[in-house]
């Protein structure tokens, strides 16, 4: 190999290794789902109208408080739905089988909700409480795993927990 394909390689690993994710963040050592979801042509008192009908009917969920601009639920007892994203060969982490919970705050304004979903976990039997912090970052929670595995699994959390709370107004009821 020559001495620039070395230098581009290791110029490119850094890039590479980087673990890619649209709303799975790190917070104050914390692992964090954050997305903000456009509703453009409501208006708040109708967003707050839709969630608060959309958000009780989500299987798991479950409404704890809610405010003028804010709803506080929890989740539990859920398991991620993995197998809508997996790729055919790829073997799933055995924890993405177990019950999956988390502290959900969902709030509006401007044609616009964002949901927030932190305190994650899974709980089995035979492994008892893992937390999301432990199984995706190192380094005491400063930064994400960067392996294939850990990748992958946290892309599916993270999808399943977009499509979770996507919530479209009714055509109907104009």
Same mark, same amino acid.
């Given at each position: 190999m020559t001495m620039k394909k070395l230098i581009l390689l290791f110029c490119l690993i850094p890039f590479f290794a980087q673990a890619q994710y649209d709303y799975l963040? @790190? =917070?104050?050592?914390? @692992?964090?789902? =954050?997305? #903000?979801?456009? @509703?453009?042509?409501l208006k708040d008192t109708d967003i707050e109208k839709l969630l608060s009908a959309g958000v009780p009917k989500l299987k798991d969920v479950t409404i704890v408080e809610k405010s003028n601009e804010l709803i506080i639920a929890k989740i539990k007892n859920s398991y991620i739905d993995y197998r809508r994203f997996r790729e055919y060969w790829r073997i799933a982490p055995s924890y993405l089988g177990d019950q999956f919970f988390g502290d959900v705050a969902i709030m509006w304004k401007d044609g616009k909700y964002k949901v927030? #979903?932190?305190?994650m976990y899974f709980y089995s039997t035979t492994h008892g409480m893992m937390k999301s912090t432990d199984i995706f970052t190192r380094k005491r929670g400063s930064e994400l795993k960067t392996n294939t595995n850990t990748i992958v699994s946290g892309g599916y959390i993270e999808r399943y927990l977009a499509d979770l709370f996507l919530v479209k107004p009714d055509k109907n009821n104009w």
């Open positions: 963040k @790190l =917070e104050n050592t914390q @692992l964090v789902f =954050e997305k #903000v979801y456009a @509703l453009d042509s927030t #979903v932190n305190n």
